[in-house]
């Protein structure tokens, strides 16, 4: 069983913090991107064009990506979802993180539902169709929230629209590929 979420970086708290603390206790600094009243308090001091974030992925109580993996989150959710989707052309597709130089690989398995998944130096064998709809439903809940908060007055709102119709193009494209093969 697969949990996701995902969370926006208060960089304003981060700044006034000395990084022994932020380093132990990283977790207090992210607000969860369903939380639109603190979004909203911070609005004017986020740099919406280098959106800081966390993605925390979890199997079971196995933790894939968590907050020591922040970075521009909504790239992050776009690389995943493209990765996904070369997946179906190709046998591997990996990218960095956005802004680290931290390795993210997907491979097929041969002969199997299941997937690698690589982050950095550590790697996961995963149920494939369960990951693959885990990622959609995370990315597509993150640029849902973000619109649903913000509305259409918000300077990036176009930019978060144009993500989650990517997304949602590449979710169905893949609904469709996996339905011509059964």
Request: hydrophobic share 40%; glycine share 4%.
């Amino acid at each position: 069983m697969f949990s996701i979420k995902s969370y926006i970086l208060d960089i304003p708290k981060m700044e006034h913090t000395s990084d022994e603390i932020f380093k132990n206790e990283m977790h207090k600094f992210f607000i969860d991107v369903e939380n639109c009243k603190e979004l909203k308090r911070l609005e004017k001091t986020l740099d919406w064009w280098y959106l800081n974030g966390a993605i925390v992925l979890k199997y079971y109580d196995t933790p894939l990506l968590d907050f020591n993996k922040w970075d521009l989150v909504d790239q992050t959710w776009t690389y995943l979802v493209q990765m996904i989707n070369e997946l179906e052309e190709q046998q591997e597709s990996f990218r960095t993180f956005p802004d680290m130089p931290v390795k993210l690989a997907m491979s097929n398995l041969n002969g199997s539902k299941n997937i690698l998944f690589k982050v950095g130096m550590e790697k996961w064998i995963l149920p494939k169709k369960e990951f693959v709809e885990t990622i959609y439903l995370g990315a597509v809940h993150f640029f849902n929230s973000l619109l649903n908060c913000f509305g259409q007055s918000h300077p990036s709102y176009s930019d978060w629209e144009d993500d989650l119709d990517y997304i949602c193009e590449m979710e169905e494209k893949y609904i469709q590929l996996k339905g011509k093969e059964k």
